[in-house]
């Protein structure tokens, strides 16, 4: 209540002696650092993302709303060089305090197929490693963003690319691809923050059968099990869609928008933040397993087969 009578008065800017205020009623019922807090402030500061061939960042001025689109023909697969284009524009995203930003892809069939298999076979440690790393900040960076997310699913989204589009606030799927965490079905444990990820959409039940089995469904399944939102015919009305949920917080505070979300994810933050060596450790010594390397060899021939 407080906040929203504060901000229906600073929408757009918040002068220093605002934040001073905020910054002092907000941690001291949050328990949060000043850093942390200043981060999670609303403004409004639009900007042209420098452009990466990789990721390119379009806001619009009006709404300041970004699409984020993903551009590493021919696949999306996320290799390491993706996932820093990714965790550099979401660094520009949130400096610049855009009002939301939703996710898609430039090929015209699939969102993402998930890990760059190429990452995961034969490793040198040194790569694996930043690769990881970098995987774990793109998480952290967008399941925890201040701005509200959504993904425009506009082709398959196995693995890691339904693991991008669930850590979204909401997701609109054009229909006859594929989206699922099928990890188990290739032999790999789905990682602590794909599982926080999956059960904040759908249900525990859903989430232990999806995770268990790893399910694929298609765009009519994940409607039914709340894994996607809404099914839109094609990638322009989804990304409408999605401007249309994000619109809807226009009429909201978005400084109680951003704390509230917050709190509801801190925890599976924090679970990260508080183990990511001994995530990596594990990941490591499981993907050098021969047993773990043969079968990603042989996905990676059926794959090139097909
Ligand atoms: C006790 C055991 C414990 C084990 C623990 C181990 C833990 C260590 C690792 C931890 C990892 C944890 C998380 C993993 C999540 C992942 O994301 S793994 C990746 C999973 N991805 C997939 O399964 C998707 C594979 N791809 C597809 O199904 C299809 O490509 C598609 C449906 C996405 C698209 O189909 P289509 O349009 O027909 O294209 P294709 O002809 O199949 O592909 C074109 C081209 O791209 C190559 N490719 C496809 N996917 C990938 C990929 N993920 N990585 C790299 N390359 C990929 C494909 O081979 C084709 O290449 P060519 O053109 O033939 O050269």
Not at 44 to 70: C, W
Not at 258 to 283: A, P, V, Y
Request: net charge positive.
């Amino acid at each position: 209540m407080l906040l929203t009578l504060f901000e229906s008065h600073t929408h757009f800017f918040l002068s220093m002696f605002q934040k001073m205020i905020l910054t002092k009623i907000i941690s001291n019922t949050l328990s949060l650092h000043k850093k942390q807090l200043i981060e999670w402030l609303p403004a409004v500061r639009y900007f042209s993302s420098p452009t990466n061939p990789l990721v390119n960042v379009d806001v619009n001025d009006k709404s300041g709303i970004a699409v984020v689109t993903m551009n590493r023909k021919p696949v999306n697969g996320l290799s390491l060089e993706l996932f820093e284009a990714m965790s550099k524009a979401l660094d520009d995203l949130e400096n610049n305090r855009i009002r939301g930003a939703i996710l898609t892809s430039s090929c015209p069939t699939v969102f993402s197929a998930g890990l760059d298999l190429n990452e995961l076979y034969q490793p040198d440690k040194k790569r694996f490693k930043a690769f990881w790393t970098t995987f774990q900040d793109v998480w952290l960076k967008l399941y925890g963003s201040s701005f509200p997310t959504a993904a425009a699913i506009n082709g398959h989204a196995p693995a890691g690319g339904c693991f991008l589009a669930i850590s979204c606030e909401y997701r609109v799927m054009c229909p006859d691809y594929k989206i699922g965490l099928n990890e188990t079905r290739l032999g790999i444990i789905a990682p602590i923050f794909l599982r926080a990820s999956m059960r904040n959409t759908v249900s525990n039940r859903e989430a232990e059968k999806a995770l268990t089995l790893g399910t694929l469904y298609s765009t009519e399944d994940a409607l039914k099990i709340g894994l996607i939102d809404e099914i839109a015919i094609y990638k322009v009305k989804a990304i409408e869609r999605c401007e249309n949920f994000l619109a809807q917080f226009n009429n909201v505070s978005s400084i109680a928008r951003s704390f509230t979300k917050r709190s509801l994810r801190q925890k599976d933050l924090e679970e990260l933040e508080n183990c990511r060596e001994e995530d990596f450790n594990i990941f490591w010594s499981n993907l050098i397993e021969p047993s773990v390397q043969k079968q990603i060899g042989d996905y990676m021939q059926s794959l090139k087969k097909k």
